[in-house]
C-alpha cells in the first residue's frame, strides 16, 4: 500500500468517525428529551390519578346524599300517605254524622231545636254504626265531640259511644282547632 492510500483510508475513518460522533451527539439530545417528556407524562398520569380519586369519592358522596334524600322522601310520602288516611276516615265520618243529622232534624232551620212531636216522630232507636277503631286519638276524640254536640242540639240523638254526658257548656271553649274545624263543617253541610 501507498502512504497516499493509506492516508485517503485513515481520512476517509476519520470523517466516518466525526459523522458517528456528530450522530451520537444528535441522538443523545433526542434521549435527553424523551426522558424530560418520560417524567412529565409520568406527572400526567399523576394528575390523572388524582382527578379520577377525586370524581370517585364525589360520586360515592353524591350516592349517599340521593339515598338519604330518597329515604327522607319516602318518610315524608309514608307520613303524607297516612295523614291522607286519616283526613279521609274523618271527612267519611263527618259525613256520615251530618247525613244523620240532617236526616233527623227534618226541615226546620239551623240552630232552631224540633218540636216535641217532631222529636222523635219516624225515627227508630237504631244505634249508629259500628265503625272499626279510628287511626288516631284525634279522629276518636272528633268524633265523640261531634256526637256530644249532636246531643246537646237534639236530646233524641245517642250520647257518644264513650258514655260521655252530653257537654254542659260552650263546647268551642273546650275543643280544639280540628274539633271546631270538623263542626263546622257539619254545621255548613246541613
Known sequence: ?????????????????????????????????????RSELAELIRGLNEATAQ??????????????????????????????????FMVETGEALADR??????ERPRGAPAAP???GAGRQAVAPPVRPAPASPLIDETLLA???????????????????APRQRDPQDTLSRAERELLQAIENRR
Do not use: C, F, H, W
Request: overall charge positive.
Open 146 to 164: 261531634a256526637r256530644a254536640e249532636a246531643a246537646r242540639r237534639d236530646p233524641s240523638v245517642p250520647p257518644p259511644a264513650g258514655g260521655d
Open 101 to 106: 243529622l240532617s236526616a233527623t232534624g227534618g
Open 1 to 37: 500500500m501507498t502512504p497516499n492510500l493509506s492516508l485517503l483510508v485513515d481520512l476517509v475513518m476519520v470523517g466516518l468517525l466525526v459523522a458517528t460522533i456528530a450522530y451520537a451527539i444528535i441522538l443523545n439530545k433526542q434521549i435527553i428529551k424523551l426522558r424530560d417528556s
Open 117 to 119: 212531636a217532631q222529636r
Open 55 to 88: 370524581a370517585d369519592s364525589g360520586v360515592k358522596g353524591m350516592r349517599r346524599a340521593a339515598t338519604d334524600t330518597g329515604e327522607q322522601l319516602q318518610r315524608a310520602i309514608d307520613k303524607a300517605a297516612a295523614l291522607r288516611d286519616e283526613l279521609t
